[in-house]
């Protein structure tokens, strides 16, 4: 079934190590997304990609990096993870272009940062 | 920057009550709209969008919602709701096409609905 596939499900992890959430896309979509999820705030962007070999900053990157080495692939990594990086981090991708295309959502990461 | 205001953070209703959600984008440019529902663990989904022609659009599940292009609104509707629709609305806006995060969707804070059976 194509669509958005997420890795790990769920993290718990020390503040201060590095973890990199996956994830992957087999639409074919030039664009991918990063957003974290807060309970009373939404959605809010982390970074994104229009196409494969570029990213954007979002609304909040600060201590998160990406990279966009293929059309598949786009991983969120955390240097050096703090409490407050404690989310629901879903994945998304569009078709992209300059159509307001829709975003189709991955099942999301729960991470936890202790 | 664009901004998205959604009024109510949790309504609750019984079943089949009427529904209406509101929300309201600051930018007055040409925008494309969506309405997302995330159901309890699941990841968001779309509900319904506008892009352009008949404001009224009609969705998945009964929804519909209505583009006022006067009052920056795209309120989501429904007749009759049921048990099923318990969960975690969102509104969202496309726009504007002249910057380089033209592709980038501009969230609401989400509206939790809860329907008792």
């Known amino acids: 079934i194509a669509g958005i596939t997420q890795a790990p499900t769920s993290q718990i992890l020390a503040a201060g190590r590095r973890m990199t959430l996956r994830c992957t896309q087999d639409?074919?979509?030039?664009?991918m997304y990063w957003y974290r999820q807060d309970l009373g705030l939404g959605l809010r962007l982390i970074h994104y990609?229009?196409?494969?070999?570029?990213?954007g900053k979002g609304e909040v990157p600060d201590g998160y990096s990406v990279s966009r080495a293929n059309t598949d692939d786009f991983p969120l990594t955390l240097a050096s993870a703090v409490p407050s990086q404690t989310s629901v981090y879903f994945c998304?991708?569009?078709?992209?272009?300059?159509?307001?295309?829709?975003?189709?959502f991955g099942p999301g990461t729960r991470l936890t940062v202790l | 920057a664009q901004s998205v205001s959604q009024h109510n953070h949790h309504v609750i209703l019984s079943e089949a009550a009427s529904l209406e959600l509101g929300c309201n984008y600051s930018?007055?440019?040409?925008?494309?709209l969506f309405w997302y529902v995330q159901y309890p663990g699941q990841h968001l989904q779309l509900l319904l969008k506008y892009f352009s022609g008949d404001p009224l659009v009609k969705g998945i599940k009964g929804f519909e919602a209505e583009f006022i292009k006067s009052k920056f609104s795209f309120n989501l509707r429904k007749p009759s709701v049921q048990w099923s629709d318990t969960a975690e609305y969102f509104c969202?806006?496309?726009?504007?096409?002249?910057?380089?995060?033209?592709?980038?969707?501009?969230f609401g804070s989400g509206t939790q609905l809860t329907v008792l059976p």
């Open positions: 969202a806006v496309n726009g504007p096409y002249s910057s380089g995060s033209a592709r980038q969707l501009t």
């Open positions: 998304a991708s569009s078709e992209g272009g300059t159509g307001g295309n829709e975003q189709f």
């Open positions: 639409m074919r979509h030039n664009a």
């Open positions: 990609s229009n196409t494969a070999g570029t990213t």
């Open positions: 930018y007055g440019g040409t925008v494309n």
